[in-house]
């Protein structure tokens, strides 16, 4: 059944793709973020707001069937020294949107959480992210509100930000010819397309993943330098790597959990998108973002 869907965070790097999946779905979808989206397409509504505003989310959730979240601050290196504009951003503006969807009698609360959230690690970003998790957990116990939680692992692809890791080793690479990594190398990650994750994003509104805790990563465990080496390659070789040869600390080494009170299950798709034709793609956007600033500059 189609729904009526609102993004919060939904003109971001995550959002935005999720929106599309949505939208190719044939879900309805309105998009609210402090900044107009770039990718807004004409099947979308765009609200310009702040998760802080109670009046503006509770303006923006009346008529809607699905919440998905995605707002807030999401970047852990971010939040490193940040408690209070993680408590602010995260968990205020969670609450905020708790309790409208709870007013408004939302059929489903989706939230973008961390394979972070029950590690050790990860600074305040984490703490923020445990609490929303506990909160929403809470939210379900009152007031039946129903909810997806969503652990998301190393997302890369189309339209990332320059904090994004992935897009930071290949525009190094692409330009400098070089690329510096804080670490050792043997750091295990499971790197996910933002579009693969974005499909799994939207079909977990299906009736079984209701009140679920749902981890969204790639589907084989790599090294970090397993993963440059593959840069590497695919620049001709003409790349070198450094290691700064330390623990990157807040970072995981081979697994970001400690302990899990509240397992996750893990969801694939059985079609998903090669790594090496991922970093393609993405040297391709940067390499087209950096002809449009040279021609911005000599126009100027």
Do not use: W
């Amino acid at each position: 059944m189609l729904k009526q869907a609102i993004i919060f965070g939904g003109s971001g790097f995550l959002g935005s793709h999720v929106a599309d999946s949505l939208s190719i779905s044939g879900h309805k979808v309105t998009i609210f973020d402090k900044k107009e989206s770039p990718y807004l397409r004409s099947d979308q509504t765009m609200i310009v707001g702040d998760i802080l505003d109670v009046n503006q989310t509770r303006k923006a959730i009346k008529g809607q069937d699905i919440v998905y979240h995605f707002a807030g601050l999401a970047d852990l290196d971010h939040a490193a020294d940040k408690a209070m504009e993680a408590v602010n951003q995260n968990i205020v503006g969670t609450i905020h949107l708790l309790d409208a969807a709870v007013e408004f009698k939302i059929g489903r609360f989706v939230f973008a959480s961390t394979i972070y959230v029950y590690s050790g690690l990860g600074g305040f970003y984490r703490c923020s992210k445990q609490a929303c998790e506990l909160y929403i957990e809470e939210y379900q116990k009152l007031y039946d509100l129903d909810f997806t939680i969503l652990r998301y692992g190393s997302l890369y692809g189309p339209r990332a930000g320059a904090s994004n890791s992935i897009r930071r080793y290949l525009k190094a690479g692409l330009e400098n010819h070089r690329i510096f990594y804080p670490g050792t190398g043997d750091e295990v990650r499971e790197y996910i397309h933002v579009k693969d994750a974005a499909k799994l994003s939207s079909e977990i509104l299906a009736e079984g993943y209701k009140n679920q805790h749902i981890i969204i990563t790639g589907h084989h465990p790599m090294k970090a330098g397993e993963m440059l080496v593959m840069v590497q390659e695919i620049l001709n070789h003409k790349v070198s790597i450094d290691y700064a040869g330390n623990s990157n600390e807040g970072h995981y080494n081979i697994t970001p959990y400690s302990f899990i009170p509240k397992v996750g299950s893990k969801l694939v798709s059985n079609l998903y998108m090669d790594m090496g034709q991922g970093f393609l793609e993405c040297l391709q956007e940067i390499s087209e973002d950096a002809e449009e600033k040279k021609t911005s500059s000599t126009n100027e």
